[in-house]
């Protein structure tokens, strides 16, 4: 948290003096995971709340920057899977989510806050994230980070190191800005393909139990396999996710965003301006 508030902090004092009639704004809403513990964004579990804020740069009526800082939780669960070999792997996770992005968007329709010959348009975006995750789970009452623990052999064999808690994404999405008189408002939607199989810790097989046990210790050997009803012995180098599918983290909510800077008029050539006096 501290240094989510020192980076909006840098971020709001660098818009400030560099921003000519740009926008500042605050981002609400909720977080949705997918990947090997949850197959749907379109499910009603596991939505968490989603803060974030943002300096967005428009470079004319059509084209814009957004540089932002969001703060979220994910998480996952084999028990509301509607199949079988899920729910039997008995996997759980949750993850907080601390994200900078940068994108562009593109105003379908010419778009200008505070004017009020453009009181609406639907717009698209796309851009990267970089992101930390953590993820947990849940043992004897407690909860363990999973990463140091190395669940999927990290550690025990040679080939698989451990994986880094820092990824990107690529993010892309669309929604509506809503004009008003200095104070503009947005609905939308933003999926997020991480460079990361990890965000759940789940990824490829399932390791040597007993080497396991060995090298990383207890917590690793009963987090690694959860499986209902069956004995762990049996399934080194099954399959316990798939490496070939990237986890996806979705936001979803509303922003509100104010002018500032001084007033500019945009010119007919796409991210040019120049300032007129107030």
């Given at each position: 948290m501290k240094k989510l508030l020192l980076i909006s902090l840098l971020l709001l004092t660098w818009a400030h003096i560099?921003?000519?009639r740009n926008d500042i704004g605050m981002f609400m809403g909720v977080s949705k995971y997918k990947g090997e513990l949850s197959n749907s964004f379109y499910t009603f579990q596991?939505?968490?709340p989603v803060f974030g804020v943002y300096y967005r740069d428009n470079f004319n009526k059509h084209w814009s920057f957004r540089l932002?800082?969001?703060?979220a939780e994910v998480s996952g669960d084999?028990?509301?899977?509607?199949?079988?070999f899920e729910v039997n792997r008995n996997l759980s996770f949750s993850s907080s989510l601390q994200e900078i992005e940068g994108r562009f968007e593109f105003n379908f329709m010419p778009y200008e806050l505070g004017n009020y010959n453009y009181l609406f348009t639907p717009f698209m975006f796309s851009g990267l994230s970089v992101f930390h995750f953590n993820p947990m789970a849940e043992l004897r009452g407690e909860e363990i980070e999973l990463q140091p623990l190395g669940t999927e052999g990290q550690g025990v064999y040679a080939d698989r190191q451990p994986?880094?808690?820092?990824s990107a994404a690529f993010l892309f999405g669309g929604g509506i800005k809503i004009n008003g008189d200095n104070i503009g408002f947005t609905i939308e939607m933003g999926p997020r393909r991480a460079y990361t199989d990890y965000l759940d810790d789940v990824s490829t097989t399932y390791p040597d139990p007993v080497a396991l046990l060995?090298?990383?210790?207890?917590?690793?050997a009963a987090l690694s396999d959860r499986t209902l009803g069956h004995d762990p012995l049996h399934h080194e180098g099954k399959k316990r996710g798939n490496s070939k599918d990237p986890d996806w983290y979705m936001f979803t909510?509303?922003?509100?965003?104010?002018?500032?800077?001084?007033?500019?008029?945009?010119?007919c050539k796409p991210f040019h301006r120049r300032r007129i006096s107030n």
């Open positions: 560099f921003a000519q596991f939505l968490h932002g800082v969001n703060i084999d028990a509301y899977s509607k199949y079988d994986y880094s808690l820092y060995a090298i990383n210790g207890t917590e690793a909510g509303v922003s509100a965003y104010i002018g500032i800077g001084s007033k500019f008029k945009y010119a």
